[in-house]
């Protein structure tokens, strides 16, 4: 029984380190970021392009970020 109750332990620990990845995930380092915004002023908003471009993030964290970086609140 309390092989079972380590085991799950470990699970837990994984599964915590697997959110906070996802979370450092989403920070951009500064050469994303130039980059990113050099694609925006080529391209515009063809996230999926820009993406293609940086390696290991989607379209969708991209677009995310852009809108929450310099989205305009009128």
Known sequence: MADMDRSSDN?????AEQTSQ?????????DE???????????GERWSLIAGRIPGRTAE??????????STSE
């Open 11 to 15: 699970v837990s620990s994984d599964s």
């Open 33 to 43: 970021e130039t980059l990113i915004t050099r694609m925006y002023n080529l391209v």
């Open 22 to 30: 996802a979370s450092s995930k989403a920070e951009f380092s500064e």
């Open 61 to 70: 964290e991209i677009e995310k970020y852009w809108t929450s970086r310099y």
